[in-house]
């Protein structure tokens, strides 16, 4: 019995998903499936061009690409053993498909490197949900099925978010006091419609108050100090009516790692209390706006999900 969920580790430094499938299929015919361009069309993201043997240059073209990325990329092929290895760079990424034979059967592990350094280990949730669809879908190729309209992906994806550890924030202490950090992936989300999300109907003035979205019912909102649509946003936040330190929104966009989110905000050492409730806060805020950017409006703000975590917080700061 194999574990269906993708798993994330870390290997020579990278990080790496794992994902195991028995298949009910000899390897010889798991093998075409996994190796032929004219049957992977059936389950691979990409249509893929490239001949059958180490060093081959591949090109991978996407049918229906995002804005944010290249219809058409590259790679080569590293190692083909059939019908046991197929590994191949898909740009800075590696895959991997190993076929073990497993009684009637064949054991398919895969693993895919995630190029690009550590920002490259943001998009993994993103990665494992696609090739849990990709390798149903190979299966039910290789069944001679059909796969089931997906209507799980958000919530398939919040669940790899939480297991990988991606939806938490980062305490930075600093000379005169800390910087709180998050960074999520926002899955290919052209910049455009993520700031129009943020910002709604405002257009954001230095000197005015931020839009209501970027903003928290923990947080106490001052002025806004710098906004570069569509891209950047920095407000003052202040406590007890005081000026407290800074919140800054940016949206990042790369070619290769996607598109993503990072939300900073600074604090004096005097309000190091305040970290695990503003951390909590900001973690959830961020998963709502991440909901909103596939549709789903959560409301009203879940003020007993920020308790939990903030006691989460608390005792890891202890640690």
């Not at 059936?42 to 060093?55: D, L, N």
């Amino acid at each position: 019995m194999t574990d269906s969920r993708a798993q994330l580790r870390t290997v020579d430094g990278a990080p790496t998903l794992r994902f195991e499938r028995r298949l009910a299929h000899p390897p010889e015919k798991v093998w075409r499936a996994i190796s032929d361009p004219g049957e992977m069309a059936a389950w691979f993201p990409a249509a893929v061009t490239t001949e059958p043997r180490p060093g081959a240059a591949m090109r991978f073209t996407f049918a229906d690409a995002p804005e944010t990325i290249d219809s058409t990329s590259g790679g080569e092929v590293l190692e083909f053993d059939p019908p046991k290895v197929y590994m191949f760079r898909w740009n800075r990424d590696v895959l991997r498909f190993e076929l073990v034979a497993d009684g009637d059967g064949t054991l398919l592990i895969f693993t895919h490197v995630l190029g690009g350094g550590p920002e490259a280990r943001l998009g993994a949730a993103r990665s494992a949900v696609g090739w849990d669809r990709c390798l149903s879908a190979l299966t039910a190729a290789l069944d001679g099925a059909h796969t089931e309209p997906d209507a799980t992906w958000l919530a398939d994806i919040e669940g790899y978010i939480a297991d990988f550890g991606l939806d938490t924030g980062d305490c930075e202490e600093v000379a005169d006091g800390y910087v709180l950090r998050f960074a999520r992936d926002l899955v290919w989300q052209p910049l455009d419609r993520l700031w129009s999300l943020l910002v709604e109907r405002d257009t954001p003035s230095v000197g005015a108050h931020p839009p209501v979205r970027a903003t928290n019912p923990h947080v106490e909102a001052g002025e806004l100090l710098d906004v570069e649509p569509p891209r950047s946003m920095e407000y003052r936040w202040r406590h007890d009516g005081a000026v407290a330190g800074t919140v800054r929104w940016a949206f990042e966009a790369d070619s290769d790692l996607g598109v993503r989110v990072v939300l900073t905000q600074t604090l004096p050492a005097k309000l190091s209390a305040l970290r695990p409730e503003l951390l909590a806060a900001w973690q959830v805020h961020l998963e709502l706006f991440f909901a909103a950017t596939r549709g789903d409006i959560r409301c009203p703000w879940p003020a007993d999900r920020v308790a939990v975590l903030a006691e989460r917080y608390a005792a890891d700061l202890r640690e």
